[in-house]
């Protein structure tokens, strides 16, 4: 679909391109991204290459999207908007294409398919350079060779295996090495239109099974297979001999690659597992679990610390290798990803799948690193704030930074030393109550869940319910019933304010015995002092036991555990006693001293 503009020209009324929208026939089984530097459009972010379940590649380029496509009622804050255009289209294959990788330096594309042929394109000027044929069966696979400057190596150099190679590898089981002519005889052939024909320097049966995916190391010394068979071999470029096998997978393994820094392999298995592998001893590493059905692409991320998947449950995971943690899931489509890949920078993401759709995913972590560092330096320095405003008593201004730094124990200590000094001066709660009618409907709903949690605790009780005394004596009732939200706090907070009320209405009950007991002992009203200065007067002090020669005395003459002569004696001792009253009346101690 074509979108045209109209507009008047010196000739009449003319119509000009604006752009293009071409929709996808089916399933997308692979998408590679060309390197930068062969896009015709300046504009173009990335440039990728796709196939569909049809003979034609079709190569797009991602941009900035304009304004007026976006609409205009999009929102002037929304930025970062990227758009898919249509840059070209490769036919050449009269099947369909299963396979596609792009060289390094960006110049070429390799393209595989049903038709038992694989191709290389000039990416430039989208013309077919040369036809390698020789397998009997779909060539699934594709890979180019990672070193840069192999590819403008030629002539005989080339064909004995020093320059740049491509890798097929086909359901008849084989793995085939196609060396290339060089760049200059590439570039040559482009511009006259003439398709090179390619032979295989080496071949090589790998599997028992089909071969899913072959992939070539940084360094272009070793290559990967992946089969139905459940085994990931590695072979030797040069001469295609066996390095070594990795068994461990239960079930076909439909991606393998290369880490970029490190001499380890990662592997994705129809058993939704990831493995990690040693390529120096051909151990596993580490076995990542978390996709839902079978693993179909896996991805090391730009550092090589990391991985991406894609599998058949739709999902796309992040993974990181050293705590073998999944560290996002992104639900990417409604259908099996069958194509991912990564920017040669890293930044961006592709994936495509049976849904017919490309996701492109832009990496965020260096922007949500920036932010929180931002904003850790912003709350750094609002605690700093808080802690002046507190050191000097500042508490109105404490209040505000403490609620905007959601901290309740600050919060709650800040209200205290309100709280106070309003009940010195005799104020109320006219401070809160002046901050109560300021607050938003984002705050008034902070601060009452707040005072939920703070009833919850007797000692808390009493600053909750004069906050909440605040804000119900200088907000209208009908007003707070409106806002979302509150009343559902208010009702959490009412059964606790019931159980404290329910409390000190115990404590004051509790208080009149002890008013009672000070009442009877003269104490509060002053019509009872005389009565109070006769009793103490007639009344004496009981003295605490006394131990008396072994004997435990107790008042002025009962001796406990004394003996008969003991008890004759203790008359003798009386008299020398007679200060200590016994427990009883003291009026008939008086009498009878007075008789003696």
């Given at each position: 679909?074509?979108?045209?503009?109209?507009?008047?020209?010196?000739?009449?009324?003319?119509?000009?391109?604006?752009?293009?929208?071409?929709?996808?026939?089916?399933?997308?089984?692979?998408?590679?991204?060309?390197?930068?530097?062969?896009?015709?459009?300046?504009?173009?972010?990335?440039?990728?290459?796709?196939?569909?379940?049809?003979?034609?590649?079709?190569?797009?380029?991602?941009?900035?999207?304009?304004?007026?496509?976006?609409?205009?009622?999009?929102?002037?804050?929304?930025?970062?908007?990227?758009?898919?255009?249509?840059?070209?289209?490769?036919?050449?294959?009269?099947?369909?294409?299963?396979?596609?990788?792009?060289?390094?330096?960006?110049?070429?594309?390799?393209?595989?398919?049903?038709?038992?042929?694989?191709?290389?394109?000039?990416?430039?000027?989208?013309?077919?350079?040369?036809?390698?044929?020789?397998?009997?069966?779909?060539?699934?696979?594709?890979?180019?060779?990672?070193?840069?400057?192999?590819?403008?190596?030629?002539?005989?150099?080339?064909?004995?295996?020093?320059?740049?190679?491509?890798?097929?590898?086909?359901?008849?089981?084989?793995?085939?090495?196609?060396?290339?002519?060089?760049?200059?005889?590439?570039?040559?052939?482009?511009?006259?239109?003439?398709?090179?024909?390619?032979?295989?320097?080496?071949?090589?049966?790998?599997?028992?099974?089909?071969?899913?995916?072959?992939?070539?190391?940084?360094?272009?010394?070793?290559?990967?297979?992946?089969?139905?068979?459940?085994?990931?071999?590695?072979?030797?470029?040069?001469?295609?001999?066996?390095?070594?096998?990795?068994?461990?997978?239960?079930?076909?393994?439909?991606?393998?690659?290369?880490?970029?820094?490190?001499?380890?392999?990662?592997?994705?298995?129809?058993?939704?597992?990831?493995?990690?592998?040693?390529?120096?001893?051909?151990?596993?590493?580490?076995?990542?679990?978390?996709?839902?059905?079978?693993?179909?692409?896996?991805?090391?991320?730009?550092?090589?610390?990391?991985?991406?998947?894609?599998?058949?449950?739709?999902?796309?995971?992040?993974?990181?290798?050293?705590?073998?943690?999944?560290?996002?899931?992104?639900?990417?489509?409604?259908?099996?990803?069958?194509?991912?890949?990564?920017?040669?920078?890293?930044?961006?993401?592709?994936?495509?799948?049976?849904?017919?759709?490309?996701?492109?995913?832009?990496?965020?972590?260096?922007e949500r690193d920036d932010a929180s560092r931002e904003a850790e330096e912003q709350n750094i320095?609002?605690?700093?704030?808080?802690?002046?405003?507190?050191?000097?008593?500042?508490?109105?201004?404490?209040?505000?930074?403490?609620?905007?730094?959601?901290?309740?124990?600050?919060?709650?200590?800040?209200?205290?030393?309100?709280?106070?000094?309003?009940?010195?001066?005799?104020?109320?709660?006219?401070?809160?109550?002046?901050?109560?009618?300021?607050?938003?409907?984002?705050?008034?709903?902070?601060?009452?869940?707040?005072?939920?949690?703070?009833?919850?605790?007797?000692?808390?009780?009493?600053?909750?319910?004069?906050?909440?005394?605040?804000?119900?004596?200088?907000?209208?009732?009908?007003?707070?019933?409106?806002?979302?939200?509150?009343?559902?706090?208010?009702?959490?907070?009412?059964?606790?304010?019931?159980?404290?009320?329910?409390?000190?209405?115990?404590?004051?009950?509790?208080?009149?015995?002890?008013?009672?007991?000070?009442?009877?002992?003269?104490?509060?009203?002053?019509?009872?002092?005389?009565?109070?200065?006769?009793?103490?007067?007639?009344?004496?002090?009981?003295?605490?036991?006394?131990?008396?020669?072994?004997?435990?005395?107790?008042?002025?003459s009962l001796v406990v555990g004394a003996s008969a002569k003991q008890d004759k004696d203790s008359?003798?001792?009386?008299?020398?006693?007679?200060?200590?009253?016994?427990?009883?009346?003291s009026d008939t101690s008086d009498d009878d001293s007075d008789s003696n």
């Amino acid at each position: 679909m074509t979108f045209v503009k109209i507009g008047w020209k010196d000739s009449g009324l003319g119509f000009s391109t604006d752009r293009t929208i071409v929709g996808h026939n089916g399933e997308i089984l692979d998408l590679a991204v060309i390197p930068p530097g062969t896009s015709s459009n300046t504009n173009d972010k990335h440039t990728i290459a796709v196939a569909t379940n049809s003979s034609q590649v079709r190569i797009f380029g991602l941009a900035d999207a304009k304004k007026d496509e976006l609409g205009d009622d999009t929102d002037d804050s929304v930025q970062n908007h990227t758009a898919l255009s249509p840059r070209g289209m490769l036919d050449g294959h009269s099947a369909i294409v299963l396979a596609i990788d792009a060289s390094p330096c960006g110049r070429y594309l390799a393209t595989a398919g049903k038709d038992k042929t694989m191709r290389v394109w000039h990416i430039a000027s989208q013309k077919c350079v040369g036809v390698a044929t020789g397998h009997t069966e779909a060539v699934g696979s594709v890979a180019l060779s990672n070193k840069i400057g192999c590819f403008d190596v030629g002539g005989k150099s080339a064909e004995n295996g020093a320059g740049a190679f491509v890798v097929t590898a086909s359901k008849d089981r084989t793995l085939k090495v196609w060396p290339l002519a060089g760049s200059a005889t590439m570039n040559k052939a482009a511009r006259s239109g003439d398709e090179l024909t390619l032979r295989a320097r080496l071949s090589a049966r790998a599997h028992e099974k089909d071969i899913n995916i072959v992939s070539v190391a940084p360094n272009d010394s070793l290559i990967a297979t992946g089969s139905q068979d459940k085994t990931v071999k590695l072979w030797r470029s040069t001469d295609l001999a066996l390095h070594g096998t990795l068994k461990g997978h239960k079930r076909g393994v439909w991606d393998c690659q290369f880490s970029p820094h490190d001499r380890v392999l990662v592997t994705a298995s129809g058993d939704k597992t990831v493995k990690l592998w040693s390529i120096a001893d051909c151990s596993c590493v580490r076995t990542f679990q978390g996709h839902m059905a079978g693993v179909l692409r896996v991805r090391f991320l730009t550092t090589g610390l990391q991985l991406v998947s894609s599998g058949s449950d739709g999902l796309v995971k992040l993974w990181t290798i050293r705590t073998n943690e999944c560290e996002s899931t992104i639900d990417a489509h409604d259908d099996k990803i069958w194509a991912l890949d990564l920017s040669p920078c890293g930044t961006a993401l592709f994936s495509g799948g049976a849904d017919s759709k490309i996701a492109v995913w832009r990496d965020t972590t260096k922007e949500r690193d920036d932010a929180s560092r931002e904003a850790e330096e912003q709350n750094i320095f609002m605690e700093q704030k808080l802690s002046n405003h507190l050191r000097h008593k500042q508490y109105e201004e404490a209040l505000e930074i403490a609620l905007e730094l959601d901290k309740p124990h600050q919060v709650l200590r800040v209200l205290t030393e309100i709280v106070e000094k309003d009940t010195k001066s005799n104020r109320g709660v006219e401070t809160l109550q002046k901050h109560a009618v300021k607050w938003p409907l984002n705050r008034l709903t902070q601060i009452l869940r707040y005072c939920r949690e703070w009833n919850t605790r007797a000692r808390n009780s009493h600053i909750a319910m004069l906050v909440v005394k605040a804000v119900v004596t200088t907000i209208p009732a009908a007003k707070l019933a409106s806002y979302e939200g509150i009343p559902e706090i208010l009702a959490g907070i009412a059964p606790y304010a019931e159980r404290h009320f329910d409390r000190l209405d115990g404590m004051v009950g509790n208080s009149y015995l002890l008013d009672f007991s000070l009442f009877s002992m003269g104490s509060l009203h002053g019509d009872n002092d005389e009565t109070y200065g006769n009793w103490l007067d007639r009344s004496r002090y009981v003295l605490p036991p006394k131990v008396i020669d072994g004997r435990i005395q107790v008042g002025g003459s009962l001796v406990v555990g004394a003996s008969a002569k003991q008890d004759k004696d203790s008359d003798d001792d009386s008299s020398s006693d007679s200060s200590v009253v016994t427990i009883g009346d003291s009026d008939t101690s008086d009498d009878d001293s007075d008789s003696n």
